[in-house]
């Protein structure tokens, strides 16, 4: 919202809009920090995988053990008729999952009751980035529109995630991991969730270290940014969120990279989804090792990011 506000040639009707939205949007904020983090300890936590948007992330796979499978209602997979089985989750991850949902529904979806009562409990350092980030864009966004409530509470939310994020960082993995509420430790898993903080305004030698990471995993895999390290036993470069690359996890990590004066490394980025495009079409993800296109073969958030790619070097003058 802040983005297309900041584009707006009608700027009386792009004020209008926005700040009829900005509650809305500060409510939803607001919602995840009371429903997900019940002891206010400023990071918010997951409770099934698709939340994050990386359903089958190895970070998951500890955590996923404590969920059963037994009593799943029938149920028929429809990504699997547009996609390669092998390069989706396995029928066991999925089991899980509509086991979750089932459980959710049991329980009327009460908001209140949810989060204590799922065996998955994650803390995603890269949903708190989002999350963080989208707060600082509102709070921006309200102290131009002079809604300066909304501002002062969605900066507070940002600046205590921000301070809160600092739990989960790896000196050992040069990047943040998962927290599993439920048994309190660290994920030793290093995933792009710990590397897509870098969308929000981490501390500047927390983004220099993600920054070296990233650079580090530009000589393990062809291109970057994969999902998983390479170097980890459990990568696999075809499996959804197992290893291939994401445009739209490369725009946010690009994106807060260049803001924290890593302009070189998001180039690379940038430079490397665009040679994913050229060589394999607008495919939903790639192999990182071979470019391979994966998944859906025409993905709309694919031709999205590449638009904000094409923006950005323009404006860098590339």
Known sequence: MRRLFDRAKDRKLAAERARALLPKIDAWHRWFYEDRDPKSEGLVAIIHP???????????????????????????????????????????????YLWLVQ???????????????????????????????????????????????????NRARAQKGLAAMERLWSDAHGQYLCLDRVAGTLVDSASVGGILP????IPKDRAAAVAATVERLAGTAFYVVPSHDPGDP??????????PVWLVVNYMIADG???????????RIT??????????????????LT?????GGRFTWTAAMVIEFLRDAQAGGA
Request: glycine share 8%.
């Open 50 to 96: 698709w939340e994050s948007g990386r359903d089958n992330s190895i970070d998951w796979d500890d955590a996923f053990e404590r969920v059963p499978t037994e009593g799943v209602e029938p149920y028929t997979r429809r990504d699997t008729l547009h996609a390669d089985p092998a390069h989706r989750p396995t029928k066991a991850q999925y089991d899980r």
């Open 103 to 153: 459980h959710f529904r049991g329980l009327g979806w009460d908001n209140a009751r949810l989060h204590d009562a799922s065996p998955f409990q994650i803390v995603d350092p890269g949903f708190n980035a989002i999350l963080i980030r989208a707060a600082t864009d509102l709070a921006d966004l309200a102290e131009a529109l002079g809604e300066t409530a909304i501002a002062k509470a």
């Open 198 to 201: 870098a969308f929000a305004a």
């Open 234 to 243: 459990r990568f696999d470069a075809k499996r959804y969120w197992r290893g």
């Open 257 to 267: 990279l260049a803001a924290a004066g890593h302009g070189q490394v998001a180039q």
């Open 271 to 288: 430079q490397s989804s665009l040679d994913l495009i050229r060589e394999s079409g607008f495919a939903e993800y790639y192999d990182p």
């Open 291 to 295: 470019g391979k296109p994966l998944g």
